[in-house]
C-alpha cells in the first residue's frame, strides 16, 4: 500500500514537472528564455520544453500612455506585431523662436527579440525619448512656416533617424507621423490676419489683371475697328477710281471720231467737274467768279441755265463778260 501511494506521488510530481516544462507562445509572439541567468534561446510561436527552475523567460518593460498617465508594466511574451507608440504632446522651439507644441504617433515592430529585451532597460522609454529629442532637433531648423508646409519631410526624417538608431535595439520604425501643431494663441491671431491680408492681396492683383485685359482687348478691338475701317476706305477709293478710269475711258472711245479727238473727252470731263462746283460756290452768296479759261468749257454744254437757275447764270454771263470778274 505504501509503495502505491509513493508511486502516485512520484507520478503527480513528475507530471507537474513536465507540465512546468511544456510552454505555448501564441502566434505573432515570442519569448527569451534565459537558462541560469545567461541567454539561452527564443521560443517562437507553438509548444516549447524548457527545464523547470533551469530555465525561465526574461520579462521585457512596457511603458504606456493613457493620456497623461504614464503605465509600466512587464511581460514575457514580446508583440512581434507592428504597434503604435502614441507619445504626448512635446514643447518645442522652431528656428524662428517660436514656441509650439507637438505631439505624434510611431508605428514600430520589433524584429530580433533578443536584442529588443537586452539591448534597452525599458524599450517604449528609450524610443519615446529618441523621437522627442529627434523631433526637437528637426524642428529646431525649421521656420514656423516650413512646419507646416513640410510636415511630411519632417515625418520622413524622423523615421529615417529613429529607424537608424532603433536597429541596436532590434526594432523597426515603419512611420512616424505628426498629429497636431499646436501654437500661441497671439501666433494664430497673427497667421490669420496675415492669411486675410494675402486673400486680400490676391483679389486687389486679380482685380487688376482683369482691367489690363479687358483695356488690351478694348485697345486690341479699336485698332481691328479702325484697320477695317481704313481697309474699307481704302477699297472704296480704289472702286471709285477704277469707275472713274473706266468712265473716261467710255469717254474717250466714244470720241474716237470727234474733230478734236481725245481732248473733247478730257474738256467735257472738266466741264463737268466745274459744274458739280458751281453750286456750292454759288449758295453761300449771289456772284459766281469762274476763271476765263473755263467759260470756253462752260459755253460748250447746254442745259446750263436749267441747271443753276437765272440768279446763278446771270452771275456767270457778268463774270464771263467782265474777263475774271470784280475782286
Known sequence: MEGFITFVVLAVLVGAFLSMGITMVPQRRSMVIERLGKFHRVLTPGLNLIIPFVDRPRPITILQFAGEQKIVRTETKIDMREILLDFPNQAVVTKDNVGVTIDG???????????????????????????????????????????????????????????????????????????????????????????????????????????????????????????????????????????????????VGSLENHPDGPAAGVNYLIAQRYIGMLPDLAKDGDRVFVPMEGTALLGSLGGMRDLFGPGAMGAVDAGTTGGTGNT
Not at 482685380?207 to 484697320?227: L, M, N, Q, S
Open 105 to 251: 504617433v510611431i508605428y514600430y515592430q520589433i524584429m530580433d527579440p533578443q536584442a529588443a529585451v537586452y539591448g534597452a532597460e525599458n524599450l517604449v522609454l528609450a524610443i519615446q525619448t529618441l523621437a522627442q529629442t529627434t523631433l526637437r532637433s528637426e524642428i529646431g531648423k525649421m521656420e514656423l512656416d516650413d512646419i507646416f508646409e513640410n510636415r511630411e519631410t519632417i515625418n520622413k526624417q524622423m523615421e529615417a533617424v529613429m529607424d537608424e538608431a532603433g536597429q541596436k535595439w532590434g526594432l523597426k520604425v515603419n512611420r512616424v507621423e505628426l498629429k497636431d501643431i499646436n501654437m500661441p494663441d497671439e501666433i494664430v491671431q497673427a497667421m490669420n490676419q496675415q492669411m486675410v491680408a494675402e486673400r486680400t492681396r490676391r483679389a486687389t492683383v486679380r482685380e487688376a489683371e482683369g482691367y489690363k485685359e479687358a483695356e488690351i482687348r478694348r485697345a486690341e478691338g479699336d485698332r481691328d475697328a479702325a484697320i477695317a475701317r481704313a481697309e474699307g476706305d481704302r477699297q472704296e477709293a480704289v472702286l471709285r477710281a477704277q469707275g472713274e478710269k473706266d468712265a473716261i475711258g467710255l469717254i
